[in-house]
Structures are given as C-alpha cells and as structure tokens.
C-alpha cells in the first residue's frame, strides 16, 4: 500500500522555470491538499480539492495552479519560479471531510528556486 | 479569520521531564482538531479530539479538548529523546480546508 507518492523529492529550480510536483494516492481519497513548509511558518495550504475536477484556493495560492482529472492524482505547477517558492511541499489525502479523518502526507519535496 | 495558535514555539527540556504543549483555535463551525508530530520527513498523525473533556492517549502522550475555551493540550510524560520534533496542532475551517499552527520545536536532552 503506496499511500500517498510525491515526486520528485528534491529539486532545484532557476528562477522563471516551470516545474511540476507529482502527487499520487492509491487509498481513493475524495479529499487532497497540497502545504507548502518554510521555517518558523508551519503548514500553510495552498490549493485544495474535494474530489475530481474540483479544486479551490487555500491561503497561498499565488504563482501555483493545480488541477484534479482524476481521483488519484492532483500535480502542482509553478508556472515562473521565484525565489519565494523556495520550500519544503507536502501532498496531503484524506477519506472525506478532511476534519473528521485526518490527513495522510507524502514524504514531500525540498524545492530551491535559485 | 479562522486561526490556530501554538505555544510555546520551542521548548528544550530533559530526558524524563513532563511537557505541556498549548493549542489554541478559533475555528467557526469545529468538528475536530488534530495533532501530528513530525520528525525529518512528513507529519504523522497523533490524535484526533472531537469531544470536549474526553482524554485520548496512546503510551506517554495524551490530549485533551476544552471545547468552551477554544484550548487543547499535549502532555508528554517521561520524554525521551525520541520525542524530539515538531508538533502540530491543526483544525478544519468552515469550508473544511486545514489549517495548521505554526508548530511547537520539542528538543530533548539526553
């Protein structure tokens, strides 16, 4: 059982270059959640979606966009890389109403925009 | 605005004492509120308190909810060096988006 699958785990961006981070459930997960960790900051979420082909802003979601075509799988891009998406980003998946069961986490991806 | 506040934001104890950890929220329309840890990697799931008074533990940690006062706390007994990390404490909004505190950094001496 994969659970939650975020790649790649470490990457190193110049900055104005577009990327993509990989996020795969297999537990068919209706809920998932993509945080971005800086230091001192905690987890602040940027996108979210609550089921396939639906999604909606979190509380950082500038220079981001997602999309959820399937159930399975919710990718994050960055469109121009700047400088201030240097962090740490976790995918995240829950069974439904994601205050009643939780979050499963990906093992996240260590993002440096140069 | 919905919010979760932790404190303290760092704490360095000794192996064996007993640690209190704070949580406060203001969350409209609560359902729960959750506490993971989190080491090197990602955050892995501790409890979940949905009723007020009720303790939940699992070997030397256990939480308790005070629904009336917005307030949860994370008691560790007998640490261990082990229990160096992060904690954090997170509740769902209104439209049922996460939010996280910023995080308590537990250090323990050996």
């Known amino acids: 059982n994969a659970g939650v699958t975020q790649t790649p785990k470490f990457q190193v961006l110049k900055t104005g270059q577009s990327m993509t981070l990989q996020c795969a459930q297999d537990?068919?997960?209706?809920?998932m959640s993509w945080y971005r960790q800086d230091p001192g900051m905690g987890l602040r979420l940027i996108h979210y979606s609550v089921g396939a082909g639906i999604t909606d802003q979190g509380e950082v979601p500038n220079g981001y966009n997602v999309s959820r075509s399937t159930t399975e799988d919710f990718p994050l891009r960055l469109l121009s890389a700047a400088p201030s998406q240097t962090s740490v980003y976790f995918c995240?998946?829950?069974?439904?109403?994601?205050?009643?069961?939780?979050?499963?986490f990906g093992s996240g991806t260590r993002l440096t925009v140069v | 605005e919905d919010k979760v506040v932790q404190s303290p934001l760092s704490l360095v104890v000794h192996e064996g004492d007993t640690v209190t950890l704070n949580c406060s929220y203001e969350v409209t329309n609560f359902r729960s509120l959750l506490w993971y840890k989190q080491e090197k990697k990602a955050p892995t799931f501790l409890f979940m308190l949905?009723?007020?008074?009720i303790e939940k533990k699992s070997g030397r940690l256990s939480s308790i909810l005070d629904k009336k006062e917005l307030f949860s706390i994370l008691n560790i007994t007998a640490t261990q060096t082990g229990d160096s990390a992060i904690y954090l404490c997170a509740g769902p909004r209104r439209d049922d988006k996460i939010i996280f505190g910023k995080g308590t950094r537990l250090h323990i001496l050996p």
């Open positions: 949905t009723s007020s008074g």
């Open positions: 537990m068919n997960h209706e809920y």
């Open positions: 995240a998946s829950s069974y439904s109403i994601a205050g009643l069961y939780g979050y499963t």
